[in-house]
């Protein structure tokens, strides 16, 4: 068998759901431990995250980004170190919103316990964020854009992700895009609210992304030992961009290009997407992918949607990727 490079696919917010992984957390050692050694270096914040997380009745709820991102970082951090653990040795690193910064964390570009000061310091961040959210549109993004420039742009409603070639993500102050739900709606759009409660990924993050980059320039950067393909820039990041703090700060503010970053690297050579976190987010529009369709490339989920059998998927996941040899010691890059 002809072993392709494994690429690992973080998602960020969004992906989200109450006691993501938990029964993992609960079931596996190994995970257990790495996670806990994770949100111990976030010291008391960590704690009440992890509190909230294994919590039927949680003082924040887990799609309040002071919750959701943190957890995110932690669960697809922990999945990388346990697939590294199992031999896999990743070709490239694609991780989306906060899910780059765990991507970061696995390459070397933070070591953990710095990895876990910046998150904490991006959850405090967000206590400056107006009330906002994330708005899913099925459409292309040229479809979408001329309409929010003639009608919403100067009520600071903009694309926050470019996450599939009709799958468009609107971010913005809730007023505005509560409008902007009903209006695209009227027009015959089909949307959907991303469970978030900030307005990730639009300038009305501005202030909270300068908080965030004081804490970001007080670490070390060290440049990738993996292949990261940047979803801020949609193609591989640069050395520059590696050890720029600013670069990592705004790219709360800035919008995602998961796609255009997915379907460069799927145009590159056949992979093996591996996706970290809760549910199939990331997944999802992989598969729609010509090199995924044709079977060049192949896509493993680890972790389920929300009602799916968490240590189900997480076996059956194991066992595709071992049927697939990518758990056997390789030189994927």
Not at 99 to 127: H, K, N, P, W
Request: hydrophobic share 45%; aromatic share 6%; glycine share 8%.
């Amino acid at each position: 068998m002809t072993r392709r490079p494994v690429t690992l696919l973080l998602p960020g917010q969004g992906a989200q759901y109450a006691r993501m992984a938990a029964p993992l957390y609960a079931h596996e050692p190994d995970f257990r431990a790495v996670v806990d050694e994770t949100l111990e270096l976030m010291g008391a914040e960590g704690r009440l995250v992890r509190e909230d997380w294994l919590s039927s009745n949680p003082s924040l709820p887990v799609d309040d980004g002071r919750r959701a991102q943190p957890l995110l970082f932690t669960l697809g951090y922990a999945v990388g170190r346990l697939l590294e653990q199992r031999g896999i040795r990743f070709g490239a690193l694609l991780g989306h919103s906060v899910g780059e910064l765990a991507a970061a964390t696995l390459a070397g570009v933070f070591d953990l316990a710095g990895a876990a000061r910046i998150m904490v310091a991006r959850s405090r961040a967000l206590d400056t964020a107006p009330a906002g959210g994330m708005l899913a549109v099925a459409a292309a993004p040229e479809k979408v854009e001329p309409w929010i420039e003639q009608e919403w742009a100067d009520q600071g409603v903009v694309v926050g992700a470019v996450n599939g070639p009709a799958q468009t993500v609107l971010s913005g102050p809730e007023t505005p895009l509560l409008r902007t739900e009903r209006a695209l709606r009227d027009a015959g759009l089909v949307t959907r609210r991303v469970r978030a409660r900030e307005p990730f990924h639009s300038p009305a993050l501005d202030e909270s992304a300068r908080a965030f980059g004081k804490a970001v320039a007080a670490e070390p950067l060290h440049l990738p030992e993996v292949p990261i393909w940047s979803a801020r820039t949609g193609r591989p990041l640069q050395p520059h961009e590696a050890l720029d703090p600013v670069f990592w700060a705004r790219q709360m503010a800035e919008p995602v290009l998961y796609w255009p970053a997915l379907k460069a690297l799927l145009d590159d050579s056949g992979r093996v997407l591996v996706e970290a976190g809760p549910g199939n987010s990331l997944s999802a529009p992989a598969r729609k992918h010509p090199a995924v369709r044709s079977g060049r490339s192949t896509v493993v989920c680890l972790l389920p949607t929300e009602r799916g059998d968490c240590r189900s998927a997480w076996a059956a996941g194991l066992l595709r990727l071992d049927e697939l040899g990518a758990t056997r010691p390789v030189d994927a890059r």
